[in-house]
Nanobody
Framework: QVQLVESGGGLVQPGGSLRLSCAGSGIFLSAYAMGWYRQAPGKQRELVAVLTRSGNTNYADSVKGRFTISRDNAKNTVYLQMNSLKPEDTAVYFC???????????????WGQGTQVTVSS
């Protein structure tokens, strides 16, 4: 059974940092492109970071320079390091595995369950 399990969300003050983790079971994450999406209340789900199979990364303009996506193949885990967090980063964050159709465009095969990130003072 393929599962993606996110962790690491929580409440953080503006300017703070969080690291999200996405652990894979029943699947080798290194065989796929991996992405982090987020969905704020009343808004569409948006792709914020992509890590291709070859190790290239792409980011949404809104997070560029603040977020970093990475992968640890030994732990079969993908991370999203989020620095300089802003209130507008508040959302449920989902990891996704799939393939890349174009820059910042994924064809998603499976989703994680999501983890809440709240940025507030």
């Amino acid at each position: 059974q393929v599962q993606l399990v996110e962790s690491g969300g929580g409440l953080v003050q503006p300017g703070g940092s969080l690291r999200l983790s996405c652990a894979g079971s029943g699947i080798f994450l290194s065989a796929y492109a991996m992405g982090w999406y987020r969905q704020a209340p009343g808004k569409q789900r948006e792709l914020v970071a992509v890590l291709t199979r070859s190790g290239n990364t792409n980011y949404a303009d809104s997070v560029k320079g603040r977020f970093t996506i990475s992968r640890d193949n030994a732990k079969n885990t993908v991370y999203l390091q989020m620095n300089s967090l802003k209130p507008e980063d508040t959302a449920v964050y989902f990891c996704a595995r799939g393939s890349t159709a174009a820059t910042m465009t994924m064809i998603v095969g499976s989703w994680g369950q999501g983890t809440q990130v709240t940025v507030s003072s």
